[in-house]
């Protein structure tokens, strides 16, 4: 990914890619999850349009609600919607059945969660808002909300707060789109200019990033979604600290949840832990060698199968044991979003240079 160094700090570049956006298009949308992420960048915009006198019936905010989320970010959400739609701008709170993956139900056929499912409403998590859109001509129950967004906004474009140093997976997202109808204001924040920024502005955030980084979790790993993606299982058990009765009502919903609770320091939630000591005590060249051989004999009882046995084919004796831990953890955990085999792919690449193309 090609960088270039400005004289200016994030919070004035962001503005002014804030404002260049609104010169260039006359309606924006913005994606609003309650996040520390989207308070930022949901704060700067609309300090970028009251400075220029932008006209907020310019600006749509759409919130995907996800059924799933803690008591606070909807609280939190709740109160920016009255904020934008006091200014004039429209806020699109969708409850809409979309389809998420679920990991916990890596053991089943379905690897599937419908948040908002209909025929299951005595098992939501939480009541669905009455204002909340609960049917849209553009989406039909099982669908994405990337594809629904897609369809929803073909002609506008859409500005999400998604960060590079959150992960080398967006870093990489970002770098390889030549032409997108993204827009990403705060792309180039780092953790600590979130927070200092939202300290400096006195914004209120939800308390659960507190919660979780009392319990242990580090500040580059505070990310919130809804709670059977494989990027945020790992912090479900932690809920049962804080949000006790929440995580009755978590369970009743998904019931293999309690999978969590006992095996989330294992390879299956691709553990943190196991990360830490993977040099020490597995050589994982081997490991991956002898899971994928037990894998070939029951391939529907590993989510990654398909991908690793492509990505093996690329395996050479100067493959790292972190990559083939990677590939290993893919094969056990399965990856839907394709982000760790984008990775693992260039991983790879790099495992592999100098290696004679005569002895692959």
């Known amino acids: 990914m090609r960088t270039k160094t400005i004289d200016v700090d994030v919070v004035t570049a962001a503005e002014r890619r804030v404002l260049e956006s609104f010169n260039k298009h006359k309606y924006i949308s913005m994606s609003f999850s309650g996040g520390k992420d989207s308070i930022c960048m949901g704060d700067i915009v609309i300090k970028t349009m009251q400075k220029y006198n932008i006209d907020f019936s310019r600006l749509i905010v759409v919130f995907y609600d996800e059924e799933g989320i803690y008591p606070d970010f909807e609280q939190i959400v709740l109160e920016w919607r ?24 890596r053991l089943e056929n379905d690897e599937s969660f419908i948040c908002w499912e209909p025929g299951k409403e005595d098992l939501w998590i939480r009541p669905m808002p009455k204002f909340a859109i ?20 073909q002609d506008i474009y859409q500005m999400v707060g998604l960060r590079v ?6 870093r990489q997202s970002i770098a390889g789109q030549s032409k997108s109808k993204f827009l990403y204001p705060i792309y180039d924040w780092r953790d600590n200019d979130v927070w200092l920024y939202i ?16 319990t242990g979790v580090p500040v580059n790993k505070l990310r919130i979604s809804q709670f059977f993606s494989i990027d945020t299982i790992k912090t479900l058990p932690k809920v049962l600290e ?16 309690d999978l969590v609770m006992l095996y989330w320091e294992t390879d299956m939630f691709r553990s943190s832990r196991q ?6 005590e597995k050589d994982y060249r ?3 060698r002898e899971e ?22 690329r395996v050479t004796p100067k493959t790292t044991s972190d990559t083939c831990r990677r590939i290993y953890q893919i094969l056990i955990a399965g990856d839907p979003k394709n982000r760790t085999v984008r990775v693992v792919t260039g991983k790879l690449l790099e495992d592999s240079k100098d290696y004679p193309d005569e002895a692959r």
């Not at 300290?199 to 009392?214: D, H, V």
């Not at 929440?246 to 949840?257: C, D, Q, S, W």
């Open 82 to 105: 009255s904020l934008f739609l006091s200014l004039g701008a429209k806020f699109y709170w969708f409850c809409l059945p979309i389809k998420h993956y679920n990991c916990c139900n």
């Open 165 to 170: 140093y959150e992960s080398v997976q967006r």
């Open 275 to 280: 990360d830490d000591t993977f040099n020490i």
């Open 292 to 313: 994928l051989k037990k894998a070939s004999q029951h391939p529907d009882q590993y989510p990654g199968y398909k991908q690793v046995k492509k990505l093996f084919a």
């Open 286 to 288: 081997i490991t991956l």
């Open 134 to 153: 609960r049917h849209h001509k553009d989406f039909y129950p099982g669908m994405t909300y990337q594809v629904f967004s897609k369809n929803l906004f």
């Open 242 to 257: 804080f949000y006790p009765n929440l995580f009755e009502k978590i369970v009743r919903r998904e019931p293999n949840a």
């Open 199 to 214: 300290e400096r502005n006195n914004l209120k955030f939800p308390e659960t990033y507190l919660y979780l980084y009392k």
